[in-house]
């Protein structure tokens, strides 16, 4: 697992893969001293170490697949942290029923089932919930702009699944749609161009690049 750090954001954020399916774990500031760790996938040993004994005031689950919580309750057992996911995802989280290869996640809890346009405050920090359909039912993106941010820098949001570096989630697994993956995306084309988009797998990419060849593409 390589960590790295991502600077010009507006909270201190660290990133790295776990998982057979390389996924992308983030470890955001919450402006107040403690992390919020998105998407905890696998390897609880290797992200506990990365968390370094600092406080973690919250785990944000972008979807309930396999690969991006299999070391969710480990994680959340030994932080104490609240989990945060949308009620459409919870079924999928504390009773897993599709993993890979043979291999399912262990069942955890949701602390806190969201809505759509639900803001979520941790520590110095202000986050919207925006409800993404279309790669799962209960998909989401939680996005952090520069007045609710501990310090200058650019938008983040966390799009799990939804959008990708070059394109988008995909439809075709069970719960997926497309036709509410394309509403998903004409929600994401209204954000600031200048918006990082932190996928759940590979590089991460901006709003103003992915809305051209990306957004409008799949739209």
């Not at 944000?60 to 949308?86: K, N, W």
Request: a negative charge.
């Amino acid at each position: 697992m390589n960590k790295h750090v991502i600077d010009g954001l507006c909270t201190p954020l660290e990133a790295m893969e776990a998982g057979i399916l390389a996924t992308n774990v983030y470890f955001a500031g919450d402006g107040a001293g403690g992390l919020i760790v998105v998407d905890p996938a696998d390897d609880a040993e290797g992200l506990l170490e990365q968390i370094d004994g600092r406080p973690v005031s919250a785990i944000f689950v972008t979807h309930g697949h396999y690969d991006h919580i299999c070391a969710l309750d480990e994680v959340r057992s030994a932080t104490q942290a609240p989990v945060y996911a949308m009620a459409e995802e919870v079924d999928s989280i504390e009773e897993p029923r599709i993993g890979y290869n043979g291999r399912i996640a262990p069942p955890s809890t949701v602390d806190h089932a969201l809505r759509d346009g639900d803001v979520i405050e941790v520590g110095n920090t202000a986050w919207q919930v925006i409800h993404t359909p279309g790669h799962t039912p209960g998909g989401c993106c939680y996005l952090l702009t520069e007045d609710h941010a501990p310090q200058q820098g650019k938008p983040v949001m966390f799009a799990g699944d939804t959008l990708f570096c070059g394109t988008i989630g995909r439809t075709d697994l069970e719960g997926g749609n497309m036709a509410d993956m394309r509403a998903s995306l004409g929600k994401l084309a209204r954000l600031d161009d200048d918006t990082i988009v932190l996928p759940g797998h590979g590089a991460l990419t901006s709003i103003g690049i992915e809305k051209p060849r990306t957004i409008e593409a799949f739209r």
